[in-house]
């Protein structure tokens, strides 16, 4: 039923978001060197590594480390970089991982490849189990600013309570914090 609902909302979103993917896809292109989309390497279920596409936002000599680990991640954002990511327009690409079935679209957010100690604390807790999501219970409760133990813990109550009324209010409340710009620091 999750996958069937994850499908058919992508494909739903996709019909509707084209013309604007496509003028951040052309933004992109005429403002800075390098591809469209940036390919990261990510853990999903079982801690399978996928990739997982994102608008690039960032310069292409940036490190592949997670944004917080750079010392000063304004300087690796593109022209049009910021804006993608303080409005989350730079996940859009992701709705091709939901379809593919690579994500889900609630789950906790898929961690870096490299982020051993996200990993590690998942796995002891049961949440690699689950489809990594476009969004997430951790997600609405702090995003980029919490601490990993903090946000494996939001992972692990979303694990122990999803359900389809959860998923539905997680979306919900992501809608809200993305107008409202709320927990996004880089």
């Not at 951040?24 to 990739?51: C, D, E, H, M, Q």
């Not at 490299?114 to 969004?135: C, S, Y």
Request: include cysteine; charged fraction near 20%; hydrophobic fraction near 45%.
């Amino acid at each position: 039923m999750k996958s069937l609902f994850d499908i058919l909302s992508s494909l739903c979103v996709l019909s509707v978001l084209a013309v604007p993917m496509l003028v951040i896809a052309i933004a992109i292109k005429l403002t800075s060197p390098g591809p469209v989309l940036y390919w990261s390497n990510r853990v999903g279920r079982n801690n399978v590594v996928f990739k997982m596409p994102k608008y690039r936002s960032m310069r292409i000599d940036t490190p592949a480390v997670a944004t917080h680990l750079l010392g000063d991640p304004d300087q690796y954002l593109t022209k049009v970089g910021k804006f993608l990511r303080k409005t989350s327009l730079d996940e859009f690409p992701q709705l091709f991982s939901i379809i593919k079935g690579d994500m889900s679209v609630v789950g906790p957010r898929p961690a870096l490849f490299n982020q051993d100690d996200l990993i590690a604390l998942r796995t002891e807790k049961g949440v690699h189990e689950l489809v990594p999501g476009l969004t997430g219970w951790a997600q609405i409760n702090g995003r980029d600013e919490l601490p990993i133990p903090v946000k494996v813990e939001f992972d692990e109550h979303y694990l122990k309570n999803k359900s389809f009324s959860f998923d539905i209010k997680i979306i919900f409340l992501t809608v809200l914090k993305v107008v409202k710009n709320e927990g996004v620091t880089h």
